[in-house]
Nanobody, 120 residues
């Protein structure tokens, strides 16, 4: 069973920084994408940033230039460096691991979520 363990959330002032980490308990063979989604109260879950096995990235327009996603394949870990945080970044952040096994089986795993609150 794959588990995604997140850490690094918390309370930060506007303009501050936080780094989120997410480690997968299992390394799944083949290409995949690891990344972060977020859900604010009363809103739908939305993509924040994802990074593929080969290193290509995709960001939400709202975080471009402020957030950086990276991964350490040897540690099965994805990171989200968040700078210049704004109140509107307040949400529960969820880690995601998705891809296809070498046999073509689709998988899609989620972490338990970590709260990020940006407030003075």
């Amino acid at each position: 069973q794959v588990q995604l363990v997140e850490s690094g959330g918390g309370l930060v002032q506007p303009g501050g920084s936080l780094t989120l980490s997410c480690a997968s308990s299992v390394r799944i063979p083949g290409d995949n994408a690891m990344g972060w989604y977020r859900q604010a109260p009363g809103k739908q879950r939305e993509l924040v940033a994802v990074i593929a096995s080969g290193g290509s990235t995709n960001y939400a327009d709202s975080v471009k230039g402020r957030f950086t996603v990276s991964r350490d394949n040897a540690k099965n870990t994805v990171y989200l460096q968040m700078n210049s945080l704004k109140a509107e970044d307040t949400a529960v952040y969820y880690c995601n691991l998705a891809g296809n096994t070498p046999l073509g089986r689709r998988y899609d795993y989620w972490g338990q979520g970590t709260q990020v609150t940006v407030s003075s």
